[in-house]
């Protein structure tokens, strides 16, 4: 690519929609769980997400997607914030039902069509926001549990040696 501004399209293309009910449609989700994934996973990261997931997801398309086609859409950035939301409730070691459940459909449904279906649709976009946001969403919460853990180690530390003195 010598253009330049031809990089900015591997962030862009969530930007551009086919139609407007297309925008319409992505718009719904991201109001519907975006409330509850920012308040759990802070906007900061959802932004980030949000870059990494079009970047990668436009990578992928690169390297596997159809020949002469273009990837349009917020799709991969919807996939990542609902499998964010199904682990909202999730903990260091435990994995919510509703995660689980989540995962089987939408992924599912995803692979099922990638690979049998002959529309124009981005299934690999899809499934690259399913899997970064549930790495992401795993890492944030890991991320979170030491934070917790470090702050009841120092208020134990800091009892513990208030008591001896």
């Known amino acids: 690519?010598?253009?330049?501004?031809?990089?900015?399209?591997?962030?862009?293309?969530?930007?551009?929609?086919?139609?407007?009910?297309?925008?319409k449609g992505k718009m719904m989700y991201l109001l519907l769980v975006g409330p509850s994934v920012e308040h759990e996973f802070g906007s900061t990261a959802l932004i980030?997400?949000?870059?990494?997931?079009?970047?990668?997801?436009?990578?992928?398309?690169?390297?596997?997607?159809?020949?002469y086609t273009h990837q349009l859409g917020a799709s991969g950035?919807?996939?990542?914030?609902?499998?964010?939301n199904s682990l909202i409730?999730?903990?260091?070691?435990?994995?919510?039902?509703?995660?689980v459940i989540t995962a089987l459909m939408w992924i599912g449904d995803e692979m099922w069509k990638l690979l049998f279906?002959?529309?124009?649709?981005?299934?690999h976009a899809h499934l690259t926001g399913?899997?970064?946001?549930?790495?992401?969403?795993?890492?944030?919460?890991?991320?979170?549990?030491?934070?917790?853990a470090n702050k009841i180690a120092s208020r134990w530390f800091q009892s513990s040696r208030k008591k001896q003195k």
């Open 130 to 148: 399913a899997f970064i946001g549930t790495a992401m969403g795993v890492f944030i919460h890991r991320k979170k549990a030491v934070v917790r």
């Open 89 to 99: 409730s999730a903990t260091a070691s435990t994995v919510p039902l509703s995660f």
């Open 48 to 67: 980030q997400i949000f870059g990494l997931v079009a970047f990668s997801s436009a990578l992928v398309h690169i390297l596997i997607g159809k020949p």
């Open 77 to 84: 950035a919807v996939f990542s914030i609902i499998l964010l």
């Open 117 to 123: 279906s002959s529309d124009n649709v981005s299934h």
């Open 1 to 23: 690519m010598s253009n330049p501004f031809a990089y900015m399209r591997l962030f862009t293309h969530i930007l551009a929609h086919s139609s407007f009910d297309h925008l």
